[in-house]
């Protein structure tokens, strides 16, 4: 009876997969909405005339939204066995909390008991920032969200190269800038880790112009850069890009491969 009662929580939980109905489709509109409320308080509790105005309500919805998730976190930890990959009722479970789901569930209600063990004010404003965590458990409902989490997953290997070769490009960039300008800019270019802004402003095309060279050195080294960087920035782009065309054509292949029947359900030879 436990198990079957376990079943049907685990049931409620998941994900309602196509059907607009039931129980486990209430559930997640419920969670959903909880979390789209949260976020909208967070906004608003940044505007002091609206925090002075309803500043007991912002609290009371806090205590509500933190004792909520942490029954959904408390019963997804109880369940989770009832899943093949975590079905050890000791290691499945401690498996389970270092999945990435689990761990946003986890950060989003840690923050709340965090800021009743400390007093510092700066410290305790860190802990509520963090509970914007509570907006990425929408990436377990919404499809799109799970797409770009499936695409990072599988490239991932590509984007860490990616972000090696920009790494290095920043720091040679800098570092030869550095030496270029600093004759030049003894106080603008004091050293490679003040030059660093620099070559962030020039890689990401951005150029705030408060950092610049003025050596014909400089300058030709800087353009150089400046293309260079457009370059190395594009490539994310680009992995990303060849990612989720990948996973829209193997999606496509999967439901030529499985036609059901619409009103018997059966699938079609």
């Known amino acids: 009876m436990q198990h079957t009662f376990k079943h049907k929580v685990y ?7 196509g059907k607009k109905h039931g129980v486990n489709w209430l559930v997640n509109i419920l969670i959903m909405s909880i979390i789209a409320l949260n976020t909208i308080a967070i906004i608003l509790h940044s505007v002091r005339s609206i925090r002075r105005e309803f500043d007991e309500l912002f609290i009371d919805f806090e205590y509500f939204s933190a004792v909520f998730f942490t029954i959904e976190y408390s019963l997804r930890l109880w369940v989770c066995t009832e899943n093949e ?10 498996r389970y909390m270092t999945s990435t789901g689990a761990i946003i569930d986890l950060l989003s209600i840690l923050p709340f008991y965090l800021s009743h063990f400390t007093s510092d004010t700066g410290l305790i404003r860190i802990l509520r920032l963090f509970r914007v ?26 984007l860490v190269l990616s972000l090696v070769f920009l790494i290095f490009l ?4 800098s570092s ?9 800019q003894p106080r603008v270019f004091s050293s490679i880790p003040a030059t660093l802004w620099w070559g962030i402003t020039t890689i990401t095309s951005i150029g705030y112009g408060d950092i610049y060279p003025i050596t014909i050195l400089g300058k030709v080294f800087g353009g150089i850069i400046a293309i260079s960087g457009i370059a190395i920035i594009a490539l994310p782009t680009g992995i990303l890009a060849s990612g989720f065309a990948e996973h829209i054509n193997f999606q496509k292949k999967e439901r030529e491969k499985h036609r059901f029947c619409p009103h018997c359900g059966k699938e079609l030879p």
């Open 11 to 17: 049931h409620i939980l998941e994900v309602a997969r």
């Open 85 to 94: 990959k975590y079905k050890h009722p000791v290691w499945g479970r401690l």
């Open 176 to 184: 030869v800038m550095y030496y270029l300008e600093s004759p030049a």
């Open 133 to 158: 965590f509570r907006l990425f458990k929408f990436s377990r409902y919404v499809h799109a969200l799970r797409v770009i989490e499936g695409v990072i997953k599988e490239k991932r290997e590509e």
């Open 170 to 173: 920043l720091l040679i960039a």
